[in-house]
C-alpha cells in the first residue's frame, strides 16, 4: 500500500483502475469525498461544496445530522443486534411506530408493511410481485419518463429507452402511458394535457379490444425525479385514483424520491388527497443508510410465508437512523421548510429562466427541483418547446462543480439540472446555490455562444 497522501487524483484513479465501468457519477462529478457535514461535503484535495444531490435525494437531514449519528450510536453501544433477517426486536418496532404514525390515518389504520432487500428498486420490485399475486393478472402500466429502479421488473417500468438497450429481454407486458409533461405534452395541447391525458387512460381501460389483459397494477410516481423533476397536477393524481379503483387496478404510488417531505407534504399523494394501495418507500426511510420498504392495504396481503424475502431486510441500523430522521422531519415541520426553501430556489431558477432563453422550463415541488436546458436557436414545435440541450446542461453541471455546488442531470436526453438538496438547508445556503446557478448558466452560455477562434 503506497503512503502517499490521498488526493482526489490518486483515488479517481484507483477508482478507474478496480471499479466497473458502469460507475457514472465519478464521470461528471470528479472528486473523493473525505468528510461530510450538514449540507457541504469536502474533497480529498480540500474543496468544500454545497452537496444538492444527497445521495440522489437520500439525506433529508443532510450529512452526518446529530439525531441520526446519536441514534446509531445508542444502537452500537446496547449491543443491538446488526441484522435479524425478519425476525423482530425492539427496535424495529419503533421504527414501524413512527412510520405508521407518519401516515395518514386513512391509509395506516389498513396498511401492512413487508421489508424489502435495501434498495428502492426491491421495494418496487416487491410491490410487483404483491399486485400480480393478489390479482392474478400480469399486465402492468407505467408512463413515459418514469424510473423506479435498475433490476428488471424495475427496468421494464422505465420510461428510458437507452437503459433497455444492452438488456434483452426485460420484464415484458408493460405499457407505458402518457404522463402530464406540459412544456412537452404528449397531447400537444399544453397545460390542458393532464385532462386530456386522463380521459385517454379512461378510455384505454374501456376498450375491450385495448391490446392487452386485465392489469395487476398502475405504477407511478406523484412527482417524476429522474424523469426530470415533472410535477403532474393534484387534479391528475385523483383522476388516476379514480380510475383504477373503478377498474379494480392497485394503484402503485412510487415515493422512494418524493416522500417524507421532499416535495413540501410528508408525503406527496397527501397533496391530492388520496389513498394508494401501495407506497414504495426507501432513501430517507433509513436515515441515509439503506432501508426499502412497501406498504399496502391488507386486501392484498394473499402471499404465503417466505413468498418474499431479502437477507438484509432486517438492517436495525438503518431502522434506528430512520426512526431518528421521521421523528425529526415530523417534529420540526420540514416538509413546510421544503416548501419554503424550495419556493426561494426556484426565485433564483425562474431569474435564470428569465435572462437566458437557453433555459427552457423551470418546474417541481419543494425540494425536487430542475431547469431544462434547450436549444434556443433551433426551431420551437408547435407549443414553444425547444430541442432539449444536454450538452449545455452537462457544461452547467461541469461550471457549478468548478464553483463549489454539485447537481444532478436528468429528463429527457439529461437536459435536466437536478437540484434534491437536504430538507435542513438554511436560506443563506439557498441563496448561494442560487447565486452558483445562475453565475454557471451564465458561464455555459456565454462559452456555448462564443464565436469560433
Known sequence: MSDAAPSNDRLLGKQADRESNARSYPRYLPMAIREAQGVEVTDADGNTYYDCLGGAGTLHLGHNHPVVVEAIEEAMAADRPMHTLDITTPVKEAFVDTLFDSLPDEFADTAKIQFCSPAGTDAIEAALKLTKTATGNRSVLSFRGGYHGMTHGSLGLMGDTDAKEEVPGTMGNVHHL?????????????????????????????????????????????????????????????????????????????????????????????????????????????????????????????????????????????????????????????????????????????????????????????????????????????????????????????????????????????????????LIISKEQVEEVGRIFRESVEAAVAEATAPSP
Open 178 to 422: 402518457p404522463y402530464p409533461y406540459p412544456y412537452r405534452c404528449p397531447f400537444g395541447v399544453g397545460d390542458e394535457g393532464h385532462e386530456v391525458g386522463s380521459e385517454y387512460v379512461e378510455r384505454l381501460l374501456d376498450d375491450p379490444e385495448r391490446g392487452f389483459t386485465d392489469p395487476a397494477a398502475m405504477v407511478l410516481e406523484p412527482v417524476q425525479g429522474e424523469g426530470g423533476s415533472i410535477a403532474p397536477p393534484a387534479d391528475w393524481l385523483r383522476e388516476m385514483r379514480r380510475i383504477t379503483r373503478e377498474h379494480d387496478v392497485p394503484l402503485v404510488v412510487d415515493e422512494i424520491q418524493s416522500g417524507l417531505g421532499r416535495t413540501g407534504d410528508l408525503y406527496d399523494f397527501e397533496r391530492a388527497d388520496i389513498t394508494p394501495d401501495v407506497v414504495t418507500l426507501s432513501k430517507a426511510v433509513g436515515g441515509g443508510l439503506p432501508l426499502a420498504v412497501m406498504l399496502y392495504d391488507e386486501e392484498y396481503d394473499d402471499w404465503e410465508s417466505g413468498a418474499h424475502t431479502g437477507t438484509f431486510r432486517g438492517n436495525q441500523l438503518a431502522m434506528a437512523a430512520g426512526r431518528a430522521t421521521i421523528e425529526y422531519i415530523v417534529e420540526e415541520d420540514l416538509p413546510s421548510h421544503a416548501e419554503a426553501m424550495g419556493a426561494r430556489l426556484r426565485d433564483h431558477l425562474d431569474a435564470a429562466a428569465d435572462r437566458f432563453d437557453s433555459v427552457g422550463d423551470v418546474r417541481g415541488r419543494g425540494l425536487m427541483l430542475g431547469a431544462e436546458m434547450v436549444d434556443a436557436d433551433a426551431n420551437p414545435d408547435d407549443l414553444g418547446a425547444y430541442p432539449p440541450d444536454a450538452d449545455l446542461a452537462e457544461a452547467i453541471q461541469s461550471e457549478c462543480f468548478d464553483r463549489g455546488l454539485i447537481v444532478e442531470r436528468g429528463g429527457r436526453e439529461g437536459a435536466t439540472v437536478r437540484f434534491l438538496p437536504p
